[in-house]
């Protein structure tokens, strides 16, 4: 994977872990904490608009391609994580190996938009 403009120009990403602080009345509220910086290739793929409260969400599906790291790596993504590109945010849903030795990792993620 090169650094070229295009369809498959890679990507900054920041992976975010997410973490549960006390909010000092027994609950606690969710904050994000970087782990790496990674770079991969987006893909676009189905999308839909879910109703909600208030508006609709927009909720497109993106296959994310990035260079493969050790098993049980803090730098390797995994469900329930995140990835964030400036503004935007990747949430990851499903990792797999994308070609047989191993070498690159595909992710399921979501972006969430309200519209």
């Known amino acids: ?5 295009g369809p498959q120009t890679l990507r900054r ?6 973490q549960r602080i006390s909010d000092g009345a027994g609950g606690y509220r969710e904050s994000w ?3 790496g ?3 991969g290739t987006l893909k676009s793929q189905t999308g839909r608009t879910a ?6 969400l927009s909720l497109q599906r993106y296959r994310i391609t990035l260079r493969a790291t050790p098993q049980g790596s803090q730098s390797r993504p995994r469900p329930g994580q995140r990835f964030r590109q400036d503004q935007r945010f990747f949430r990851i849903v499903a ?6 030795a191993g070498r690159y990792l ?3 993620c979501i972006e969430e938009l309200a519209q």
């Not at 109703?51 to 609709?56: A, L």
């Not at 990792?95 to 047989?100: I, L, N, R, S």
């Open 1 to 5: 994977m090169s650094k070229s403009e």
């Open 13 to 18: 990403l920041v992976l975010e872990d997410p």
């Open 33 to 35: 904490a970087p782990l």
């Open 37 to 39: 910086l990674l770079w």
């Open 51 to 56: 109703g909600q409260e208030g508006g609709s």
């Open 95 to 100: 990792v797999g190996e994308a070609d047989p």
């Open 106 to 108: 595909t992710c399921q």
